[in-house]
Nanobody
Framework: QVQLAESGGGLVQAGGSLRLSCAASTRAFSMYHMGWFRQAPGKEREFVGAITWGGGSTYYADSVKGRFTISRDNAKIAVYLQMNSLKPEDTAVYYC????????????????????WGQGTQVTVSS
């Protein structure tokens, strides 16, 4: 069982920045791809981005590409989401998720393929 805990959410004005962190409980952290998702009220959970187990590759949704950056520190057992140029439409609860690495398969972009989830952290962007 892997426990994930997000932090760093809050209220920010449009154009501002936030950095989310996700701490994991497992020493086998490098055996997991990590993803970030978000869910706004009344909407489905959507893919934001993901990073491979070693941090060598990252993937982003078109809506955040060029504004958000995912990184990880396997020694600190954590993954990060740097969010710049925030827009009101970025308002959502943000979740990190862990996907057990299986061969050469890249990180999934759909929620149901992830094995573990955090509780989420609220990000609110005011206009």
């Amino acid at each position: 069982q892997v426990q994930l805990a997000e932090s760093g959410g809050g209220l920010v004005q449009a154009g501002g920045s936030l950095r989310l962190s996700c701490a994991a409980s497992t020493r086998a952290f490098s055996m997991y791809h990590m993803g970030w998702f978000r869910q706004a009220p009344g909407k489905e959970r959507e893919f934001v981005g993901a990073i491979t187990w070693g941090g060598g590759s990252t993937y982003y949704a078109d809506s955040v590409k060029g504004r958000f950056t995912i990184s990880r520190d396997n020694a600190k057992i954590a993954v990060y989401l740097q969010m710049n140029s925030l827009k009101p439409e970025d308002t959502a609860v943000y979740y990190c998720a862990a996907d057990r690495v299986a061969g050469s398969r890249p990180p999934p972009t759909v929620p149901y393929e992830y094995d573990y989830w955090g509780q989420g952290t609220q990000v609110t962007v005011s206009s």
